[in-house]
């Protein structure tokens, strides 16, 4: 403890050190003192010296960071923001899930000009980040039309209602702009597949008098990437319970048993419109509209002739690959109305439309319940959620000192889950991905209204203090209060401040999490069997008595410094601990005889082996560290030299089960492979440092990215399915991701001020996950362990549950950029 104080110490007394031996500032070509947004609806204040720690990011380090789709950029950008792109994950491939500071997809609010953008209809069942929980389709957007993305990193729920727990990223679009871009990307991974094409366009226009119309589309497409791994003979006997010497003859035919280890092929177009008229001095009409369509072709675990007899109804002595094809549609549009009355109050009311929709196709599978005469293609059904929102926001600066805000807003949620055809649901389902029957298919709806009201005070030159209130009704699950306050002190001037905020928050159970019910086919023990996935307001979860969910609750604190001796220079360092309650998670699958199986054989359910349910399930703590330095304008040779560093520490644990789940006597309702996907499944180190020079007309970045060391459970693993706080869990294996670092490269040529030509080189150095096995259990092989987690050699790497980044290694991007 004393050595930790002394560090502190010695830190502060650097940095007041460092602050008082600048000198004057040299010319500034950052944006650091850029105005943002997000985290207040009072006053807003720039990126270093808000009370709130806040990343900006704007459009050129989006156009130059190499990567297309939005949540990769941010990945290798932001330590706190953590996506990834898996193999073999069905419904999961159409969107990458995100989250910030471990939190789960569902706790960071997505907002487009500060107004809500709509979630997807897809739920995560899948082992990946956000498992239980929905997200947001951020490729929706066209990367063009984006101006900044500003990331807020702390509970804002009192300021913009559910889901803003871990944090709040707004999406600020493009304006005022008389030009038309377009850019065209051209990538290759290094294998020489997962082909890619992007292109994108911008065009605008202004008005006299001060408004605007802009358009902007994209078009991506990608190809198949295969990283398929070789299959060990005896395993695979033994998991099927399969003649070894037909297993052997297969493999060495097919040494990968033509398992398809994917990355998807995909095909996404969007458009967005962004606009403004000015109808008087004080007041104007804005809008905005996007569309966005996306088509997903991935495969399932191939179905080799000793693992599935289709009984002759697919032509294939060497087995069978089902193929998933997923169509999404997400479209949203706002319409707003700004005006400023005499007395200098600001009024800002809107209605804001948004959905997304989720279609199905498998192929080339069958239902073995329909024998000889079942068909080999299916529409298994699908999803769609879509919102209507009201604002009105109210703001004035009463002085230079004192500004208020105040507001309410009222939504409308619809979910609706479309049944599939006959075929796809009958008994057995179709295998690798049964329909929806007519029975769990419905539309379903609530609303609610919410208001709040937002103080900012300089109560002098040096401190300044915020206060956000905000009441909650939801016509399902009642009300919710929560408050904000945060605070700024400045020690030195501007050039050394400190920060603090504390608040509570809430997350209302989404729809998709009290409405959705499915029967899965799992492979389990060399057989496929059916599991239950049951809604929380069924026979089903009553027989069991699994009770209503309510909303997750959140303590939020934290404090940090910020540090900027010049325009040049800056560095903020912010700590934060989340303590969240009830959190919904979906439990694990779970088989208990008396307490899951014959409560559900008593309402007649006897087909299925296993359940599952959305659950208040348990209490976590969530504890880390932010930095970000920032140092630009360094004059080396006729160039200049910018370096950033970011930084996040995270800890997260269980620390009880929710007082819900007392009484119920559940037979581990979260296992340890729900632990680690709700904790430590994520590097609990992730640093990016990047390097920038600019010469002439050559730019050169080098960005490098730290994955610091991950743990997980693979759910094939000896005492993965005991409970999470089971006496026996600590001492069971368990995997252990190496910190591993990808560096990319960035090249980029002003051939004129018109005409540029980039070339990237993704994870230069093709370094891929790579983990090992922590407590082999007593009389348990190395070998049994590494076949179980990677389907007996299937998944090069592990198994597709927990990738924290892209196991496809070196990518290759040729791009080209006009402006005229």
Not at 166 to 188: C, H, P, Q, R, S
Request: hydrophobic letters at 40%; aromatic letters at 12%.
């Amino acid at each position: 403890m004393m050595k930790k104080n002394y560090v502190a110490v010695a830190f502060l007394i650097c940095a007041v050190s460092l602050l008082k031996a600048q000198e004057k500032d040299s010319v500034s070509t950052t944006k650091i003192d850029e105005l943002v947004m997000v985290g207040t609806r009072a006053a807003p204040r720039s990126s270093v010296t808000t009370p709130l720690p806040i990343d900006n990011i704007d459009a050129s380090i989006i156009k130059s960071s190499g990567y297309t789709p939005l949540g990769q950029t941010l990945q290798y950008r932001i330590p706190s923001f953590n996506s990834t792109s898996a193999a073999v994950q069905d419904a999961t491939s159409l969107l990458d899930p995100f989250e910030i500071r471990n939190m789960g997809s569902s706790r960071t609010l997505v907002l487009v000009n500060g107004k809500r953008k709509n979630q997807s209809s897809l739920i995560f069942t899948q082992n990946t980040i956000g498992k239980g929980e929905t997200g947001t389709d951020l490729s929706a957007i066209p990367s063009i039309a984006i101006k900044k993305i500003e990331i807020l990193r702390d509970g804002a729920s009192a300021q913009y209602g559910s889901d803003a727990i871990a944090g709040v990223i707004n999406i600020i679009l493009k304006d005022k702009i008389d030009f038309t871009e377009a850019n065209a990307n051209f990538g290759l991974f290094s294998k020489g597949d997962g082909f890619s094409q992007n292109f994108n366009i911008i065009t605008g226009t202004t008005f006299k008098n001060g408004g605007f119309v802009t358009f902007s589309s994209n078009i991506q497409n990608n190809d198949y990437a295969y990283r398929n791994g070789n299959v060990n003979a005896y395993w695979e006997a033994q998991t099927f319970g399969a003649n070894q010497n037909v297993v052997e003859s297969y493999l060495a035919k097919y040494p990968d048993a033509q398992n398809k280890n994917a990355y998807p092929k995909k095909s996404n177009i969007s458009f967005l419109v962004n606009s403004s008229v000015v109808l008087s001095e004080h007041s104007s009409l804005y809008a905005n509209a996007s569309l966005a369509v996306k088509k997903v072709n991935s495969f399932a675990n191939h179905r080799t002739p000793y693992w599935v007899n289709p009984n002759n109804v697919i032509n294939s002595p060497d087995g069978f690959t089902p193929t998933f094809i997923g169509d999404l549609t997400d479209y949203g549009a706002t319409l707003g109305y700004k005006n400023k009355t005499e007395n200098d109050w600001n009024i800002d009311m809107s209605a804001t439309f948004g959905g997304n929709k989720i279609l199905y196709t498998v192929g080339n599978t069958f239902n073995s319940s329909l024998g000889a005469s079942s068909p080999i293609n299916f529409k298994p059904g699908g999803f769609r959620f879509n919102n209507i929102v009201g604002n009105i926001d109210v703001t004035k600066r009463f002085s230079e000192s004192v500004a208020l805000a105040f507001g309410t807003e009222a939504r409308r949620e619809e979910y609706e889950i479309y049944a599939g055809d006959p075929g796809s649901y009958f008994q057995t389902g179709a295998i690798s991905f049964p329909g929806i029957s007519q029975d769990n298919a419905g539309i379903f709806s609530r609303y609610n209204v919410g208001v709040y009201a937002d103080a900012a005070f300089d109560i002098s030159e040096a401190t300044s203090f915020n206060a956000t209130a905000r009441f909650e009704n939801y016509s399902d699950f009642g009300n919710a209060l929560v408050w904000k306050v945060s605070a700024k002190q400045n020690i030195i001037g501007k050039k050394l401040i400190a920060r603090a905020s504390a608040s509570t928050g809430f997350k209302a159970p989404s729809l998709q999490q009290v409405y959705l019910s499915t029967i899965q086919n799992v492979f389990s023990n060399g057989n496929i069997v059916s599991e239950g996935l049951f809604n929380n307001v069924g026979k089903e979860a009553k027989a069991v008595g699994i009770p209503s969910l309510d909303a997750e609750k959140s303590l939020n604190f934290t404090f940090g410094l910020g540090i900027q001796p010049n325009k040049n220079f800056s560095i903020t360092i912010d700590g934060y601990l989340i303590k969240l309650y009830d959190r919904i998670l979906l439990s694990s699958r779970m088989n208990d005889q008396a307490t899951i199986l014959n409560p559900l054989s008593a309402i007649g359910i006897s087909n299925v082996t296993a359940a599952s349910f959305f659950i208040n399930g348990v209490d976590t703590n969530t504890l880390g560290v932010d930095l970000v330095a920032n140092y630009r304008n360094i004059n080396i040779a006729a160039g200049k030299l910018a370096l950033n560093l970011a930084m996040n520490i995270n800890h997260s644990e269980i620390t009880e089960n929710s007082s819900k789940l007392d009484g119920l006597n559940l037979v581990a309702p979260f296992n340890r492979t729900e632990e680690a996907l709700a904790t430590t499944s994520r590097p609990s180190l992730k640093a990016v440092f990047g390097i920038d020079y600019a010469i002439q007309k050559w730019n050169f970045s080098l960005n490098n990215t730290l994955f610091g060391k991950a743990k997980y459970a693979n759910s094939g693993m000896p005492g993965a399915n005991l409970a999470w706080n089971d006496p026996a869990a600590s001492s069971q294996s368990y995997l252990e991701f190496s910190p591993r670092v990808t560096s990319d490269l960035l090249i980029n040529y002003n051939i004129n001020d018109k005409n540029t030509i980039n070339l990237s080189v993704m994870n230069i150095f093709n370094v891929i996950p790579k983990w090992k096995l922590v407590n082999l259990p007593s009389g348990t092989s190395y070998d049994e362990i590494y076949n179980a987690v990677t389907f007996n050699g299937r998944y090069q790497q592990s198994s597709y549950d927990a990738q924290h980044f892209s196991i496809f290694g070196t990518q290759f991007m040729l791009g080209y950029n006009i402006k005229f």
